[in-house]
């Protein structure tokens, strides 16, 4: 079955540090998205991605946040200078092009931790 | 406030039995909702969905009831096991927009052997 993947599947790193985070999304998927959960609270929409270009994007995804496209398989979110709130899971969602009930399709994550 | 909450943060259940995971939402606009499940250290996991024009949809072992009067979304799922402990989140998406899911906050499902 196909998988969305996730790398890291941990990062540590230093408060003011940028973090690139990666994901290969399904293959033949068209939306891309981010969210994030911190530890014990629900999964929180981030940015969503289409055709190369953002789509929607929550409040979180301030300034410091950017997402790319560099090459047909990866999608990255890219934290800027990292903040110690910043500490979450990250997920990574996919969906193609055909009806909603196709479904979403999530990566097992990246976390974050910030020190 | 959120659109999208759960009634109860932790759930146990002994094994074989059957659970409902509740879960309200407050968009009327919600046309689509979606169950899922996370398992430590996991991404979230699609169960079973169901659109706003249906009130009860079947599974293996799933069911989801959507009452729409009330804003109100349940899962049951029959014989509970114990690899079905996890998070349950319901998530909506809105008419209209990009469908982007949005989560509520979450149930913690116990299953004891």
């Known amino acids: 079955e196909p998988e969305v993947t996730q790398t890291p599947s941990h990062q540590v790193t230093q408060m003011g540090q940028e973090v690139i985070l990666r994901c290969v999304p399904i293959?033949?998927?068209?939306?891309f998205y981010w969210y994030r959960q911190i530890l014990g609270q629900k999964v929180e929409f981030l940015v969503s991605f289409y055709n190369n270009e953002i789509s929607e994007k929550s409040e979180i995804f301030d300034d410091q946040f950017s997402v790319e496209r560099p090459d047909g398989s990866n999608f990255t979110l890219k934290i800027r200078s990292t903040k110690l709130e910043d500490s979450a899971m990250y997920f990574c969602?996919?969906?193609?092009?055909?009806?909603?009930?196709?479904?979403?399709?999530f990566g097992s994550g990246t976390r974050l931790t910030v020190v | 406030g959120e659109s999208v909450g759960l009634h109860l943060p932790t759930l146990s259940v002994q094994e074989g039995d059957n659970s409902i995971i509740n879960c309200a939402y407050s968009?009327?606009?919600?046309?689509?909702f979606i169950w899922y499940k996370q398992e430590s250290g996991k991404g979230p996991q699609f169960i079973i969905d169901i659109r706003s024009n249906m009130d009860k949809r079947q599974g293996q072992r799933v069911t989801v009831l959507l009452n729409k009067t009330v804003k109100h979304l349940s899962l049951q799922i029959a014989a509970t096991q114990p690899g079905d402990s996890a998070v349950y989140f319901c998530a909506e998406n809105i008419a209209g927009g990009s469908y982007i899911p949005t989560f509520g906050r979450g149930t913690s499902l116990i299953v004891h052997p």
């Open positions: 968009n009327s606009a919600s046309d689509y």
């Open positions: 293959s033949n998927h068209l939306y």
């Open positions: 969602a996919s969906r193609g092009s055909g009806p909603l009930e196709d479904g979403y399709t």
